[in-house]
């Protein structure tokens, strides 16, 4: 199955620094930054502790079975959840348009992605068409969460 990067990428285009969210605490800013983070983390470009690497491998692939048994709808799953800290946005010098663009080029890395598996950095190794699911899903819900999907 495929997931709809591109478009994800198309509706980015209509968040700015004022969009304000339908529910939660992030700014538009955190909430790119946080999905930044979603992706950089589970390809393992940011680090995460030893404690959140046991924990994801014990309780992660229950939390995925418990995405699926929502059918990864973005209107099940709960407003305002708890976030793991190695996911929480992050003060950053970095400008709003470029992590935009860091967005996009994040989202298109894993949409390239050709491999049947993929190692996740908190799940272990997870069919790729499972990941990009994931990713598609979070970042879906937060644009949901913005008003622009």
């Known amino acids: 199955m495929t997931y709809d990067f591109d478009s ?3 509706k980015l285009n209509y968040l700015d620094e004022e969009t304000s969210p339908k529910w939660g605490k992030m700014n ?4 790119i ?5 979603f992706i950089e983390v589970s390809l393992g470009y940011q680090k995460i502790s030893i404690w959140t690497r046991l924990f994801g491998r ?6 995925l079975k418990y995405l699926k048994s929502l059918d990864f709808d973005i209107n099940k799953y709960p407003k305002n959840s708890k976030t793991l800290k190695e996911f929480k946005p992050f ?7 470029n992590q935009k663009n860091r967005l996009t080029e994040n989202l298109k890395t894993v949409n ?6 993929t190692i996740h950095n908190i799940y272990g190794k997870i069919e790729t068409s499972l990941f990009k699911k994931t990713v ?12 622009i999907l």
């Open 8 to 10: 994800l990428i198309y």
């Open 58 to 63: 014990f309780f992660g692939k229950l939390f």
């Open 28 to 31: 538009s800013f955190q909430m």
């Open 136 to 147: 598609h899903f979070h970042t879906s819900y937060h644009f949901n969460q913005f008003g």
């Open 33 to 37: 930054n946080h999905c930044n983070n």
């Open 91 to 97: 003060i950053s010098e970095e400008s709003f348009l």
């Open 112 to 117: 390239e992605l050709k491999s049947h598996y």
